[in-house]
């Protein structure tokens, strides 16, 4: 690990101003991506500020009848609560299928959303990765590619968003709070906060140098049922094959994409009366393989339905 500098911020304008004035600083609070990307020479920050101690770990009702969760709100602390877990059981579903208990102890609302690729070739830094090393090229695209992008995927990048809770929060209409280097604040929808590879697939997410996450806001529970169901070769320690996150009318696709996937083809066909099968079918029209990751596009065909009936009735027993 190289050397780096550090600072506790005393509040959230603090932080970002550090960050505004600091060169190659990033923000930690937990940690649990940030320090082995470090460890394994991958991220290189030259300041570290931390802002796990905020106070932005609060679950608060909104006056629109939804929940307000702070930024450094542990996962094990969101999937706990008796407000999500009664309003929104799909998030906690989402939070409890994405890692040990161990890691949602330290692991926090916006860290989890700023997580990075679990791509193998990312990871080893003796192999070619454009979202590592822009210009050297995607080793997966010819590689070991069988985890990889079925939606959205570029020539120069074929990796997938890993978090479950993401997925969640697509299809609940979550919405982001942050907090810029000016120290103007914003608000825009969660599915707008990823980006897709194109050219850049190392510029993650819409978030500009210095930005901090400080609020996930999610809207009044949706009518209907919650389900999400996710595959993995083995039931823990393990990356996701394929996820579903299923919102009253709403679908979100998970490590099918470089970010969170809302399936708005497939909403769209289930509105105007198809079935689930059809209306997933829609939606997989848009999909493209690798070699070796083509087995996911039955993968989500039969996932989909599945998790939809799961909701449907869940919906009858609320």
Known sequence: ?????????????????????????????????????????????????????????????TPEGGLRIGAMATNSHVAADARVRARYPVLTQAI????????????????NLLQRTRCAYFYDTTKPCNKRAPGSGCGALEGLNRNSAIFGASHACIATHPSDMAVAL????????????????????????????????????????????????????????????????????????????????RIALGAVAHKPWRAADAEAALASGASADEAIGRELEGAGEN???????????????????????QGRGA
């Open 170 to 249: 697509v299809a609940l209409d979550a919405t982001v709070e942050t907090l810029s280097p000016s120290g103007a604040a914003r608000s825009f929808p969660l599915m707008e906060l990823h980006r897709l590879p194109g050219e850049t697939p190392d510029i993650e997410t819409h978030l500009v140098p210095g930005e901090l996450i400080t609020a996930v806001v999610l809207p009044p529970a949706p009518e209907g049922g919650q389900m999400y169901r996710k595959v993995r070769d083995r039931a823990s320690y393990a990356a996701g094959l394929a996820s579903v996150a299923v919102a009253g009318g």
């Open 1 to 61: 690990m190289r050397a780096f500098t550090y600072e506790r911020a005393a509040d959230a304008q603090a932080a970002v101003k550090a960050a505004a004035e600091t060169p190659n600083a990033k923000f930690i609070a937990g940690g649990t991506n940030l320090l082995d990307l470090m460890k394994l020479e991958i991220e290189h920050p030259a300041h570290l500020i931390d802002v796990a101690r905020l106070p932005l770990a609060a679950i608060e009702e």
């Open 291 to 313: 070699g070796r990751n083509g087995f996911k596009i039955n993968l989500v065909r039969r996932l989909v339905p599945a998790a939809l009936a799961e909701a449907r009735e």
């Open 96 to 111: 409890v299928a994405g890692g040990s208990g161990q890691l949602r102890n330290k692991a926090t609302t916006g860290g």
